[in-house]
């Protein structure tokens, strides 16, 4: 199994930033794809994933305000979101994708809050 833990979540007003931050831990071998994505009421999007060797892929609405990166020895993925709109309000969910036995698993994290509001 693999555990996912986030943070970082928030009420920040529009234009601010905020980092998200996704621990997994457990048996974390043979992850090769960690991702963002958020549920708002009706609609659930993928913002962003990084994969084992670094590539990046963005949702065409957070494209030059969102960036993700990792940090392989703290096995953690990140979130660095800027110029935050309202439309950004969504509960965030850290993803993970592992090959085992020839089958692609996900696991998911609980999730964390982001309000952006005046």
């Known amino acids: 199994q693999v555990q996912l833990v986030e943070s970082g979540g928030g009420l920040v007003q529009p234009g601010g930033s905020l980092r998200l931050s996704c621990a997994a831990s457990?048996?974390?071998?043979?992850?090769?794809?960690m991702g963002w994505y958020r549920q708002a009421p009706g609609k659930r999007e993928l913002v962003a994933t990084i994969s084992s060797g670094g590539t990046t892929n963005y949702a065409d609405s957070v494209k030059g305000r969102f960036t993700i990166s990792r940090d392989n020895a703290k096995n953690t993925v990140y979130l660095q979101m800027n110029s935050l709109k309202p439309e950004d309000t969504a509960v965030y969910y850290c993803?993970?994708?592992?090959?085992?036995?020839?089958?692609?698993?996900?696991?998911w994290g609980q999730g964390t809050q982001v309000t952006v509001s005046t």
């Open positions: 457990g048996r974390i071998f043979n992850i090769y794809l």
């Open positions: 993803n993970a994708k592992r090959t085992l036995l020839g089958n692609d698993v996900n696991y």
